[in-house]
C-alpha cells in the first residue's frame, strides 16, 4: 500500500527577453503563480469579466537549468521507478513553449539534453549501484498522429505508417501496444542511441508525411524489471517509465483552420481533453468507469496515468504577453491536475515456474526431515509418496472386512493413509447404497405419478390401494439392508495400538442402521415423479433384501413406529 500523493504540477516558463511582468508574477515561495490581464491587450472585454487568475502549483521553473528542471522534475520519479512504481512525466503547452527542450533537450549541446538521456544515465547509474538485483531495462518509443500509432524504434527502415496496424491490448500484467518495438538495452550507450535513432525518425517522417511533429503525441517507454539476487527468487518487480512529449495544446481549430491543421486540431483537442478527464476520473474514488479507451493517447498510458503511479506534469508556457491566453488555458490544465490523488504501489509480480521448483526442493527437504525424526522415534521405515492403486486396494479391502466384521482395527500408519481409510469407508458405503437402489428398482416398477390411466389400471388389479399404498405391505416394516452396528461386531478387544474405531460414516449408520434407505435416499424417492409398484420378477432384491436383514441386529421396527418411516415405499406422493 502506497500512501496517498497528488499529481504534480510544475510551470515552466520559455526563458524571453520581452518577460510581460506586469501580468505574470511568481509568489515568494516559487510555488504560484498570479496572472493579471491588462484589459486593453483583450479587445472587447467587459468591464466584469475576470481579469486577475491565481494558480498555485508544485513549482515555477523560471530561468531554471536543464539540470535544476531535471532534479526537481523527474529524480525521484526515476529513482522510485527502480523500487517498483510506475511513473509517468508529461510536458504540456502550446506549440514551442519548450516541451521537447524539456523532454529530449537539445541535441547540439550536453548541458542542454532534457529529461529522457537524463533519465536513462539515472537508471544505469542506479542499476550500478544496485549489486544485489539483476536488473533489466528495455526501451520503446512510440508516436500517436491523428489516432494512428507509429513506432519510432522499428527495426524496418521507417517507410511511414506499419502494414500490420500497431494495437493497444490488454492483459492481466498490464497495457502494451502489439507491434511497438522493444529494445534490450544493456548499457546507457545502447539506450541513447535508440534515442537518437527516435528522434531521427521524428524527423523523417515529419518530412515525409508533411506532418509537423509538434501535432503528435510522443511517448518514450523505459520498462524496468528488477530480481533480487539475495532474497526470494519468486518475487520481482517491474516498473515503467512513460516519458510523454504531448503535441501543443493550442486551439487550433478557433482560429478558422482548415483541412489538415483543422483535422490534427480536432484531434489534439479531443485526445487532451480526454487525457484531462481520464486523469481527474483517476483522482475521484467514487467513479468506478475511467474513460481511458477514449482515444489512443490515454488507452496506451491507462496503466501508467493516476492510479497507482508516480505523476509528474510539466506545463510549458511563454512569457510573453502576446501568448498570455493560451498560457492561462495551459495554468488551468495544469492546477486541474495537481487536485487529482494518486496512490503509487509497487507492481510485484510472482514467478509461478520459481515458486514450483522452490516448493519441490521445499518437500524433498521435508522428507529428508520427517526421516530423520522417524528413524530417530524407531519406527519402521515409512514413506510418505502418494499410495499407489496395490496399496488403495488394500486399505478398500480392510475397510470392507472391517464393515463386514470380520477385521477388528485398521491400523494407522501416517496421515496419507488415515485420509484413504476414510476415502474407502466413502466408497464401500456409497456402492452399499448402489446396490440397495439398484434392489429396489428390480423389485419395483416405476409408474409416471401423472399417468393416471396406469394408475388406475393398478388400483385396480389391487397392487396399490386408492392412497397409493402397496397392498399387503405392512406400515411402517422397512425394510433392513446394511452392515451390523460396532456394538455388535464380535471379538472386539482393547489394544494399545492405535486404530481407527470411529469412521465418519459410523455416526449415520447408527441413525439408520437396520435401513440404509430410510431417511434423506427415501425423502428423495418419495418426491420424485415416479412411483414404485412391485414388479413380477422380485427374487433377487428379496433374497438381498433378507440377508441383509439377517446381518442386521437391529430389531424390525414397531409397527407403530411413525408412518413417515415407511412411506416412501408405500408410494404416492
Ligand atoms: P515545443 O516542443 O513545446 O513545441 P520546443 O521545445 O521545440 O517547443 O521549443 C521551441 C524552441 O525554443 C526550440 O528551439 C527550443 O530549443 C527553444 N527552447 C524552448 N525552451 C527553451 C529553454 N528553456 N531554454 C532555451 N531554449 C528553449
Ligand atoms: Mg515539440
Not at 533519465?119 to 491523428?146: C, D, G, W
Not at 490515454?298 to 503511479?309: F, I, P, Q
Request: charged share 25%; glycine share 6%.
Amino acid at each position: 500500500m502506497g500512501t496517498r500523493k497528488k499529481v504534480h504540477a510544475f510551470v515552466r516558463v520559455k526563458p524571453t527577453d520581452d518577460f510581460a511582468h506586469e501580468m505574470i508574477r511568481y509568489g515568494d515561495d516559487n510555488k504560484s503563480i498570479d496572472i493579471h490581464l491588462k484589459k486593453d491587450i483583450r479587445k472587447g472585454v467587459v468591464n466584469n469579466q475576470q481579469t486577475d487568475w491565481s494558480f498555485k502549483l508544485d513549482g515555477v521553473l523560471h530561468d531554471a537549468s536543464q539540470d535544476l528542471v531535471y532534479e526537481t522534475v523527474a529524480k525521484d520519479v526515476v529513482s522510485q521507478a527502480l523500487d517498483g512504481y510506475n511513473g509517468t512525466i508529461m510536458c504540456y503547452g502550446q506549440t514551442g513553449a519548450g516541451k521537447t527542450y524539456t523532454m529530449t533537450g537539445a541535441t547540439e549541446n550536453y548541458k542542454h539534453r532534457g529529461i529522457l538521456p537524463r533519465a536513462l544515465q539515472q537508471v544505469f547509474k542506479m542499476i550500478e549501484e544496485r549489486p544485489t538485483h539483476a536488473i533489466t531495462v528495455r526501451v520503446s518509443y512510440l508516436e500517436i498522429y491523428n489516432e494512428s500509432l507509429f513506432d519510432l524504434l522499428s527495426t524496418l527502415p521507417y517507410v511511414g505508417p506499419s502494414v500490420t496496424p500497431m494495437t493497444i491490448v490488454e492483459n492481466p500484467q498490464g497495457v502494451f501496444i502489439k507491434g511497438l518495438s522493444v529494445h534490450l538495452t544493456s548499457q546507457e550507450e545502447d539506450a541513447f542511441s535508440l534515442l537518437f535513432e527516435g528522434e531521427t525518425n521524428r524527423i523523417i517522417a515529419s518530412h515525409t508525411m508533411n506532418k509537423n511533429s509538434s501535432r503528435s503525441h510522443c511517448i518514450f517507454t523505459i520498462y524496468m524489471e528488477a530480481h533480487s539476487r539475495t532474497l526470494s527468487d519468486e518475487k520481482y518487480v517491474t516498473s515503467k517509465i512513460n516519458l510523454v512529449d504531448l503535441a501543443g495544446s493550442e486551439r487550433l481549430g478557433k482560429s478558422g483552420s482548415e483541412g489538415r491543421v483543422l483535422k490534427e486540431a480536432t484531434y489534439i483537442n479531443k485526445s487532451l481533453s480526454f487525457l484531462e478527464q481520464a486523469i481527474i476520473a483517476l483522482g475521484d474514488h467514487k467513479r468506478d468507469h475511467i474513460p481511458f479507451r477514449q482515444c489512443k493517447l490515454t488507452h496506451a498510458l491507462k496503466d501508467s496515468l493516476g492510479g497507482n503511479c508516480n505523476m509528474v506534469l510539466v506545463t510549458n508556457i511563454y512569457g510573453e504577453a502576446a501568448q498570455l491566453e493560451e498560457t492561462l488555458s495551459s495554468l488551468r490544465f495544469a492546477s486541474r491536475m495537481k487536485l487529482v490523488t494518486t496512490e503509487p504501489a509497487i507492481n510485484e509480480k510472482y514467478n509461478a515456474e520459481r515458486m514450483v521448483k522452490n516448493l519441490e526442493k521445499e518437500l524433498v527437504l521435508l522428507k529428508q526431515e520427517l526421516a530423520i525424526h522417524d528413524s530417530l522415534a524407531n519406527r519402521n521405515i515409512v514413506t510418505y509418496d502418494p499410495m499407489d492403486e496395490i496399496q488403495i486396494a488394500e486399505i478398500n479391502s480392510q475397510v470392507r472386512r472391517y464393515l463386514e466384521g470380520t477385521l477388528d482395527e485398521i491400523d494407522i500408519i501416517n496421515l496419507r493413509q488415515i485420509q484413504e481409510v476414510f476415502n474407502q469407508f466413502r466408497v464401500v458405503l456409497s456402492q452399499q447404497e448402489q446396490e440397495v437402489e439398484a434392489a429396489l428398482r428390480r423389485k419395483y416398477t416405476l409408474i409416471d405419478k401423472n399417468d393416471f390411466a396406469t394408475i388406475s389400471a393398478v388400483q385396480k388389479a389391487g397392487i396399490i390401494d386408492v392412497n397409493g399404498h402397496l397392498v399387503g405391505e405392512p406400515d411402517g416394516q422397512g425394510f433392513g439392508l446394511g452392515v451390523a452396528p460396532f456394538s455388535t461386531k464380535p471379538g472386539k478387544k482393547s489394544k494399545s495400538k492405535k486404530t481407527v474405531k470411529d469412521p465418519p460414516s459410523s455416526s449415520a449408520r447408527k441413525e439408520g442402521a437396520s435401513s440404509p434407505v430410510s431417511g434423506k435416499d427415501l425423502d428423495m424417492i418419495s418426491t420424485s415423479k415416479t412411483q414404485l409398484v412391485p414388479s413380477s420378477k422380485d427374487g433377487d432384491v428379496k433374497d438381498v433384501l433378507s440377508r441383509d436383514r439377517e446381518t442386521s441386529s437391529i430389531e424390525p421396527l414397531p409397527s407403530d413406529s411413525p408412518k413417515e418411516e415407511s412411506r416412501p415405499l408405500s408410494i404416492i406422493t
